[in-house]
């Protein structure tokens, strides 16, 4: 359950329209509303022009322009990779990371890639994360508190005065679909004036939960879907993710099958290459012989040190790239290695950690994958 709020954020959709149907306020002035925030993110209530008498004081006594702040920005030696600090209104702390990319770079068919600048905002949906994945930092915090969905939302409010984001990845701190209402009003609202995200620009992680996957594609058609799986066995899976025994990968790949069938688009599959763990050549067999029938796009993702929270250690560029050639030419599955962003930051998969600029913890870890969108 999130923690109570005094007053709420404005961008708390559910929230202002139920207030605004009260006293019959037009909710065409919701967008209105957010737009005048954004753009005057230090206004008051009372500096909004034209808006019905009655909407004044319940716009005083209900809600916030920002229930959050921005605590600090700490910038990647790589130039790219913006890591912020954000504060909550029950004093919690939550991380989004903003990722830069250059689509010109490199060539498609040869011919000069196009497009341009863009960048990716990771978001987190709860601080903390049930699902105690062992090889994420997250896992040794445990569950603290959902995010409402104007705090999810409030993260692009934040990032957009940083930069201007193209992409949403929920791949931060939590299980998104363990805050499935908020999840799904958060997505509601990007994709609406004055934001105007493309759902085809909004991607949603999840280690697997089944019952949320098969509801996910009714309620935001058009997303993508990224399905944290880091093993092709349900031992292995439950070893690292101990939460997967509540999600039989048997019942998982009924349940993208169906999700694949209605949706018709590619899924993307997140598998963290953990040495002597997962990353043998008859995982990548295993791996292949089980999307075989899917049409996905696989991404291997080298492990991130995390201090002394971890068992695990990296898998060797060979391990990985030996595994990457047996899913691309053996089992014709496309198949990406992720590419490390802001690991000087903590920046980076599973490695990202709530600080303070001094480096002293708040209130624990975080974790981030941050997917390429392409």
Known sequence: MAAKRSSGSIFDAPDLRREFEKVDISLNFIPFIWKYVIKNPNCKWDDIPNLPSAAYPLLH????????????????????TTKLLIRLQNGAFVEAVIMRYDTRLGKYGGKPRPGGLRSTLCVSSQVGCKMGCKFCATGSMGFKNNLSSGEIVEQLVHASYLSQIRNVVFMGMGEPLNNYAALVEAIHVMLGPPFQLSPKKITVSTVGVIHAINKLQKDVPGLNLAVSLHAPVQDIRCHIMPAARAFPLEKLMDALQVYQKNSQQKIFIEYIMLDGVNDEEQHAHQLGKLLENFEVVVNLIPFNPIGNLSEFRSSSEEKVSRFQIILRGVHNIRTTVRKQMGQDISGACGQLVVNLPDNSSINGLTDIEDLHLR
Request: charged content about 20%; hydrophobic content about 30%.
């Open 61 to 80: 006594s209900k809600f916030r322009t920002l229930s959050s702040s921005l605590h600090s920005v700490v910038e990647s030696n790589d130039g790219v």
